[in-house]
Nanobody, 122 residues
Framework: QVQLVESGGGLVQAGGSLRLSCAAS????????MGWFRQAPGLEREFVAG????????YYADSVKGRFTISRDNAKNTVYLQMNSLLPEDTAVYYC???????????????WGQGTQVTVSS
């Protein structure tokens, strides 16, 4: 069992930055693949970014590539999402997720956080 708690969401102007954090507890954090997903009103939840257990591999949705950076600190059981150059279309509830698979996708998530709201004003 893994418990995930996100923080760091809020309201920011377009072009601004936010850093989301996800604190994990439970089973060995360093052995799971971590990711961030988001869901805007009326839309399906979508993949944003993923990171391997060793942090050696990161991957991103095309819509955020070059603007967002995922990272993790296994000593602190925490994964981060640094979001720069935010756009109004980035407005969504952002969810932290964990998977036992090598690559995380929405279909193989084992654990979800409760979500944190990010609102980008134009």
């Amino acid at each position: 069992q893994v418990q995930l708690v996100e923080s760091g969401g809020g309201l920011v102007q377009a072009g601004g930055s936010l850093r989301l954090s996800c604190a994990a507890s439970g089973r060995t954090f360093s052995s799971v693949t971590m990711g961030w997903f988001r869901q805007a009103p009326g839309l399906e939840r979508e993949f944003v970014a993923g990171i391997s257990w060793s942090a050696g591999t990161t991957y991103y949705a095309d819509s955020v590539k070059g603007r967002f950076t995922i990272s993790r600190d296994n000593a602190k059981n925490t994964v981060y999402l640094q979001m720069n150059s935010l756009l109004p279309e980035d407005t969504a509830v952002y969810y932290c997720a964990a998977s036992s698979r090598v690559i995380i996708t929405i279909r193989n998530v084992d654990y979800w956080g409760q979500g944190t709201q990010v609102t980008v004003s134009s």
